[in-house]
């Protein structure tokens, strides 16, 4: 009764959402107001949104990291206040060769408990059955290393899982452990040891999509070595896991379970395939991104789980949660605004010097934004690069859904990889190699598994073992300048990149187009080294690229 009450709650706090964000607002600048941050830009004094736009710009990650780097090294006041106690350190690829490292404090942890919690109340409602069944989520270790004064620094989703009650860890199918895995292959096939020995799962939940086409892959290739090991017992030795982590799961992989390997045996032989859709005959939900570029997952996730419905936990990342959707099959979701406090750059302004900035009431339906996070965590109007468009409201606070990310970030898989990025990958191969290329372009292509291609005109192209090499280069500095795509290719989610070429001439029968488009002078065109979009990418594709 308690958590249904605070459904809402939060339903009541939408119905006024000018009032409500300016509680949280207030709320927020009275947190970390004794902050050196604070004091160095003005916001000691401040009690409204007019006076945070007179001191503060719209924020990059670059105008926090002095201040985070000083709080890596113990010195909390640097960006919060003496009441706001730092838990951990989240990581974001940034977009450089360096993560971004988001504080995680106590405050900000129980505003995402919270969201979590309403938007669990709403699914259970929705979908009572998963009363009594239990839960599979996969999620990584919030104590991966510690930063120079030993706070953790990982995943708020592990710290979650971590901080967990022992009645409600009882309702998950995977013990915590199984996050201290390090190789992502040894962390899945373990997971699935486990989990495939559980019929009672009910639902699947992690944040890419990516992630469970992937296990469902493993679990039907896999699938001699997992029904050997649920009817033996134990864990496969061939899955290289450290000893510790082994031996704190011993006694739930000791457990010899025949009659379940027995039953997996007999739905791969009458279906020719050990798939969830079969071994999992109670599920109930699966909880995933389904927006933006993760919509194109859903019909593989159908093949593999089949009719299960699917509900979107929300848009998301290291800096906060964004909104809460409230019913299955759609992206689309309730902006949190009981947690952070938004503002909203209309799409077109973006970019602009003065831009017309938005408060969360002001929205207009079907129209584009950039959404702008002040949080618990010590961040102010900071930009995090989504774009989302109003499609609805409950009661004054408007329903956002997820299109993308910003105009030069590709994320197909959660990878998140900037165009500085692609930038860096590819000038460091070209110096590598000693070889020249006047324009390329880096593109998404949609495939099983998706990769990218790098777009060079014929003439540029190297040929035979260069090719390769060119290929082999450029996986390698993109795994080492991007943490998530690397963890990506780890994973099988991603393939290598390849080079695709394109006949002569095409970048400026391209440039000429573009330019026509979007208007403005020749000298103002921008030759993109990154097109993120993959309906975009595959009609460059078509109209230039050689078959």
């Known amino acids: 009764m308690k ?19 300016t509680r949280v607002l207030k709320s927020l600048l009275d947190l970390n107001r004794e902050s050196r941050f604070a004091t160095d830009h003005g916001l000691t004094s401040v009690q409204d949104v007019a006076g945070l736009r007179r001191c503060l710009p719209v924020a990059k990650y670059e105008l926090f990291q002095p201040y985070i780097d000083a709080l890596r090294k113990g010195d909390s006041s640097a960006l919060l206040g003496p009441e706001n106690q730092l838990m951990m350190f989240t990581l974001s690829s940034g977009t450089t060769a360096e993560s971004k490292f988001i504080p995680v404090t106590q405050h900000f942890y129980e505003d995402y408990r919270r969201g979590w919690q309403t938007w669990g109340i709403a699914a259970y409602d929705d979908h009572p059955a998963l009363r009594r069944l239990r839960m599979m989520q996969i999620v990584s270790d919030y104590d991966r290393f510690r930063s120079e004064c030993n706070i953790p620094c990982g ?11 022992r009645i ?8 915590y452990a199984i996050t201290r895995v390090p190789t992502p292959e040894a962390k899945y096939y373990t997971a699935l040891r486990l989990a495939i020995a559980d019929p009672e799962v009910g639902m699947v939940t992690t944040a890419n999509p990516s992630t469970l086409v992937h296990l469902a892959r493993m679990a039907d290739e896999r699938s001699d070595e997992l029904i050997k090991d649920i009817f033996d017992g134990g864990l496969s030795e061939r899955v290289e896991i450290p000893v510790g982590v082994r031996e704190s799961m011993s006694r739930r992989l000791a457990q010899r379970n025949p009659g379940r390997a027995r039953q997996l045996e007999r739905l791969r032989n009458e279906h020719g395939r050990l798939l969830p859709q079969h071994f999992w005959s109670h599920l109930q939900l699966l909880a995933v991104w389904t927006g933006g570029s993760c919509a194109a997952y859903l019909p593989t996730l159908r093949e593999y789980f089949g009719m299960t419905p699917v509900r979107d936990h929300g848009l998301s990342a290291s800096e906060g949660r964004m909104t809460l959707p409230l019913e299955d099959e759609t992206c689309d979701g309730v902006l949190d605004v009981s947690s952070h406090f938004f503002e909203f750059i209309p799409e077109e302004q973006y970019g602009q010097a003065d831009p017309v900035v938005l408060e969360a009431h002001e929205l207009q339906r079907d129209h584009n934004y950039y959404i702008l996070l002040t949080t618990a965590s010590g961040l102010y109007r900071y930009d995090i690069c989504d774009v989302v468009r109003c499609v609805d409201f409950l009661g004054t606070t408007p329903v956002l859904r997820f299109l993308h990310k910003g105009a030069h970030i590709s994320n197909i898989t959660g990878e998140k990889l900037a165009e500085s990025q692609v930038v860096d990958a590819v000038r460091s191969v070209l110096g590598r190699m000693n070889h020249r290329v006047e324009f390329f372009t880096l593109v998404p292509v949609w495939g099983n598994p998706p990769c990218y291609h790098l777009l ?7 040929r035979d073992g260069r090719l390769l090499e060119m290929e082999r280069l450029l996986d390698e500095r993109l795994c080492e300048t991007n943490c998530e795509y690397h963890e990506k290719r780890a994973t099988g989610r991603l393939a290598e990149p390849r ?14 187009m573009r330019q026509s488009r979007l208007g403005g002078s020749i000298e103002q065109y921008k030759h993109p080294c990154l097109i993120p979009g993959l309906d975009a990418a595959a009609a460059i594709r078509q109209q230039f690229v050689m078959s």
């Open 3 to 21: 958590l249904r009450r605070q459904l809402a709650r939060f339903k009541a706090s939408a119905m006024d959402c000018r009032q409500t964000q």
């Open 155 to 165: 995943n708020i989703s592990g710290l979650a899982a971590f901080m967990q009650k």
């Open 168 to 175: 409600v860890r009882s309702m998950y199918t995977l013990p």
């Open 456 to 462: 060079l005109e014929e003439h540029e192209t190297p």
């Open 499 to 512: 080079v695709a070429s394109m006949r002569n001439g095409s970048w400026t029968e391209f440039a000429r």
